[in-house]
């Protein structure tokens, strides 16, 4: 395989990192074993969204190495930005929600190749969120032009953590679950990957919620007359954090690691991903 190959599929590998969600539209959040006891009796704090604009810093750091061809040299992807959150309360008790980044940079060292796309500073509109007492319906913002950016798409998604719906309470046994199909684009191939996030009170103070999520993922299309298919699969695991009574988390953590099979022609290379995001509301962004 030439070097060229090489570098595609590697940036084949850095759009799994994260994929987009165009429209999702999951069912009415509910919990999947039997609630605890009222707030009465237990105390229960409620989280709601505050109507306010929000600030957070984020960093993903991705580490990629290839068994296969020798000039598919270890990688490191690196993301930092800001999210600019702005919650709004609308009539019905509705709770619209509206992200967009700033602060952009991507900075990639090995053979992902750090000119592979066009380079941005800010995106005016990630995501838009509805929430209410019936569901969320969240929309991605992001045109088809900047599909290599999708990543944005999916660390705004994770900051609302949809699954836990228009109000979370705490301390909890529910377990939230979200199930996502997603899609991507690279290099003429067309990647798919679903995704199933359960979220489950720790019952800790600060109030922490674990993260548990698994996505399986597969793809196909052609490179140069030849024809390519990508599966895998990838583990994640994390803590978000809330203060008391807000519904947007003050920080999010996350590890996950992955193993993709990437076949181009005859030839076949095995990817392992290993990655950890940071999701942190700035000093002072608390109304």
Do not use: K, W
């Not at 309360?89 to 940079?105: N, P």
């Not at 996350?254 to 193993?259: C, F, L």
């Not at 030839?267 to 940071?278: D, M, W």
Request: with cysteine; net charge positive.
């Amino acid at each position: 395989m030439s070097r060229r190959n090489s570098r595609v599929i590697a940036g084949i590998i850095a759009i799994t990192v994260s994929c987009t969600p165009r429209v999702s539209v999951p069912p009415p959040v509910g919990p999947i074993t039997p609630p605890i006891p009222s707030a009465e009796q237990s105390g229960v704090i409620s989280h709601r969204f505050i109507p306010n604009t929000y600030r957070y810093r984020f960093q993903q750091t991705a580490d990629i190495r290839g068994n296969g061809p020798a000039d598919t040299i270890p990688s490191r992807i690196t993301t930092r930005g800001i999210f600019v959150v702005r919650v709004t309360s609308e009539l019905d008790s509705l709770i619209s929600v509206a992200i967009s980044a700033d602060s952009i940079s991507i900075t990639s060292e090995g053979s992902i190749p750090g000119r592979g796309f066009q380079q941005i500073s800010a995106l005016d509109s990630v995501i838009a969120a509805r929430f209410s007492q019936g569901g969320v319906v969240i929309e991605s913002r992001l045109p088809d032009s900047l599909c290599a950016y999708s990543q944005f798409t999916s660390m705004a998604r994770e900051l609302l953590l949809p699954e836990l719906g228009i109000q979370a309470d705490s301390p909890t046994r529910r377990v939230y679950r979200d199930t996502v199909t997603q899609h991507a684009c690279r290099a003429g191939t067309n990647i798919q990957l679903v995704t199933v996030r359960d979220l489950r009170d720790r019952g800790r103070n600060p109030v922490e919620f674990a993260l548990e999520q698994r996505s399986h993922l597969q793809g196909a299309g052609l490179l140069r007359r030849d024809s390519i298919t990508v599966t895998g699969s990838i583990n994640t695991q994390g803590s978000a954090f809330f203060t008391a009574g807000n519904r947007l988390p003050f920080l999010i953590q996350s590890r996950s690691e992955g193993r993709i099979t990437v076949q181009l022609g005859s030839t076949t290379t095995v990817f392992h991903q290993e990655a950890t995001q940071e999701l942190q509301l700035e000093p002072g962004g608390l109304p």
